[in-house]
Every structure is written in structure tokens, then in C-alpha cells.
């Protein structure tokens, strides 16, 4: 039915009391005869500038009626032409603009839905570039080389480059690492930003619930376009923790995806924290040669924003 009434539309002057070869007939026509029509015909209308009667096209089917246009033809005297040209770009404008609009709600509604699916705390969802302090040589520094990775993101994927980003407590790390996941989520890049305990207990909880296989649970990190693991290391370890962070940053490893590491410990320290009680430390020196190997690393070394050391992007 709206094909029908589109197609009867009024939508230019092709459709005027011109007659061609083609028309379609017009409710004048009707009134003369030959068509079998059950419906009222309408009235023609005069034209507002000139005074032309304007009828109402019909849709047919052979010779029977199956309805009449709800608006009459348009007019084609100069003053008509100007009316429904104006009518139609205001049209147009509206319909871009719902259009618009419409695009709008859809990217926000998809910027909803990645950071609900990020795993980034309500207290990080602030943590932006622009309220990240840079009163320092230094802070200026990690702040550019962590804004530039956001802003080459695409490009830093495709290689499968990460960033490693360490330092002491409370100087920052998680909050560059928050701004970047966010600004990736606002141009809807899918982003997984937790802490390695989180993860950890995340995959443990899915794991007992019986939701979903090993497999799943495991695919959803080793496959988000970036995956941000925080504080690493500092998770109880275990046998069965250093395994499952080996499996999912060692696919992602070969697989090209992008991981961002934040930590406290340098290289030797990581490795004692994530080698269990009684184990070598193959697995743990194994994730960060790969993880070094593929990532920038930011060194972030100063005093502690939590302790009072001065103003605090932590």
C-alpha cells in the first residue's frame, strides 16, 4: 500500500495536467467514462496562483480503479514551480537531517554497547586524554607516545603493535590506557580493557556457570580488536593463571592483535610475579619477550599522584 501511494506521489512536475503519451489518467478521466471505479472520486482543486484545476491521478489496474492520489497534480505555472521547488528542498533538508540524526543515535547507541561490553570501570570512563596532566617533560612525553598509538590505531593493528606501558604506583599508566580504550570505543572500535585479576576471575566465574565452553569464553579476548590488560602481575598467581594469560596474549600474538599492558614491575620483577610457586618461569618470560617484542613501551617513573606526590592523573 505505501508503494502504491509513493508511486501516485506528486513528487515534480512530470507529474503535472500536461498530458503525455504515458500519463497516468487523472480523475477528469474518470469522470469521462470507461473505468469501472467503487470509490468517490475527488473534487479537482483550482491552482492557488493561477486558477488551473488540478485532478488526482489514479492508479488502475486495466480499466478498473484501485485508488486515487491523496493530493492533486502540481500545477506548472511559473509561481507553482517556484512554490513546490521551495517545498521540495525544505523536504529534502528535513529528511537529511532525520537521516542525520538517525546515524547519530545509531553510532551512540553502538558507543553504549562497546563500552558496556569493555569491562572499564564507572571511575575510568572519565579518564580522557584531555584531563590527563601533563605538567612535566615526562608526563608530556608518555602522553604523546600514548595519544599518537590511539591516533594510528588503525595502522598500529594491522602490524599487531601493543603498548607496554610501566612504572610505579599511581603515575598514570591506568589512565592512559583508559584513554585510549576510550577513544578507540567513540570511533567504535570494540575494546576489552580489565585488570589481569579481573580477567582472570571473569574467565574462572563463565568457567563454574557452565556458560560457555573454554573455547568461547577464551576466543572473546584472543579476538577483540584490542584487548588492554591492567596491572598485570599482580593477580594471585597460579598454574592454572599464568596458562590461561599465556594462551590468550600468545594467540594474540600470532594472530597480529593488538594487546596494551599496563604494570608496576619492571621485566625481572614480572617475571617472578607471574611465575607460580615451584615453576621455572618459562611461560613468564615467554609473555613478556612477546609482548616487548611487539609493543612501545612507555616508561612512566615518578612519584606516586595516591601517596600525595604532587597533582594525580592515576
Not at 482543486?45 to 484545476?53: A, I, L, P, T
Not at 553510532?107 to 575510568?124: H, M, P, V, W
Not at 600470532?254 to 610457586?277: F, S
Amino acid at each position: 500500500m505505501t508503494a502504491m501511494l509513493d508511486s501516485l506521489r506528486p513528487a515534480d512536475s512530470a507529474r503535472s495536467v500536461e498530458t503525455t503519451q504515458h500519463r497516468r489518467p487523472t480523475s477528469k478521466d474518470i469522470l469521462a467514462g470507461g473505468y469501472n471505479c467503487q470509490r468517490e472520486i475527488p473534487e479537482p482543486v483550482e491552482c492557488e496562483f493561477c486558477g488551473r484545476k488540478l485532478y488526482h491521478e489514479a492508479l488502475v489496474m486495466g480499466r478498473t480503479v484501485l485508488m486515487f492520489a491523496p493530493f492533486p497534480q502540481r500545477c506548472t505555472c511559473d509561481r507553482a514551480k517556484a512554490k513546490w521547488a521551495e517545498a521540495d528542498a525544505e523536504e529534502a533538508r528535513q529528511k537529511a537531517e532525520a537521516e542525520k540524526e538517525a546515524a547519530q543515535a545509531k553510532r551512540r547507541a553502538k558507543i553504549e554497547r562497546l563500552l558496556g561490553r569493555s569491562g572499564i570501570k564507572k571511575r575510568f570512563q572519565q579518564r580522557t586524554f584531555t584531563n590527563f596532566i601533563r605538567d612535566t617533560p615526562e608526563r608530556q612525553r608518555c602522553y604523546d607516545t600514548a595519544k599518537t598509538y590511539a591516533d594510528s590505531f588503525p595502522q598500529r593493528a594491522e602490524r599487531g603493535e601493543g603498548l607496554y606501558i610501566e612504572g610505579t604506583y599511581g603515575t598514570g599508566k591506568t589512565h592512559l590506557a583508559a584513554a585510549i580504550a576510550l577513544q578507540l570505543i567513540g570511533c567504535g572500535v570494540p575494546v576489552v580493557c580489565k585488570t589481569s585479576g579481573d580477567l582472570l576471575a571473569d574467565i574462572k566465574e563463565a568457567f563454574d556457570s557452565g556458560d560457555a565452553t573454554e573455547y568461547e569464553i577464551l576466543k572473546a579476548y584472543k579476538t577483540v580488536d584490542l584487548l588492554i590488560v591492567d596491572d598485570l602481575g599482580k593477580e594471585q598467581c597460579t598454574e592454572w593463571s599464568v596458562s590461561t594469560l599465556y594462551s590468550i596474549l600468545n594467540d594474540r600474538y600470532e594472530d597480529m592483535k593488538p594487546t596494551i599492558i599496563t604494570t608496576n614491575y619492571n621485566a625481572d620483577e614480572l617475571v617472578r610475579a607471574l611465575t607460580p610457586k615451584g615453576g621455572d618461569g618459562t611461560k613468564a618470560r615467554a609473555i613478556i619477550s612477546r609482548l616487548r617484542e611487539v609493543s612501545t613501551v612507555i616508561t612512566m617513573a615518578w612519584a606516586d599522584y595516591r601517596a600525595g606526590g604532587g597533582r594525580r592523573n592515576a
